[in-house]
């Protein structure tokens, strides 16, 4: 399992056209990816889900994968939200 800690910047925080953007691409992957803040998590290919965090202007999220492409999962989601949150 692969864990990674970001710090949300985007002044809008999570909201809806990132979001969607970040679904679609955890969903390319084959293996699980959870999105967490605050000691919820929820499946990272569920909008709802995603949305439903309610992650604002500098709070914190953890990005977990586990499973047959958790590396190159971790290092394109990741990537996602350095360059886009």
């Given at each position: 399992m692969k864990e990674f800690t970001y710090v949300i910047t985007d002044e809008?925080?999570?909201h809806a056209r990132p979001a969607g953007l970040f679904v679609k691409e955890a969903?390319?992957?084959e293996c699980s990816?959870?999105?967490g803040k605050g000691g919820k998590e929820v499946d990272a290919?569920?909008?709802l889900g995603v949305m439903s965090l309610g992650v604002k202007k500098g709070e914190e999220i953890t990005l977990k994968t586990e499973g047959?492409?958790?590396e190159a999962a971790?290092?394109?989601l990741s990537a996602f939200l350095k360059d886009n949150l």
């Open positions: 809008q925080g999570i969903a390319a992957c990816v959870k999105i290919k569920r909008i047959a492409d958790e971790m290092e394109k």
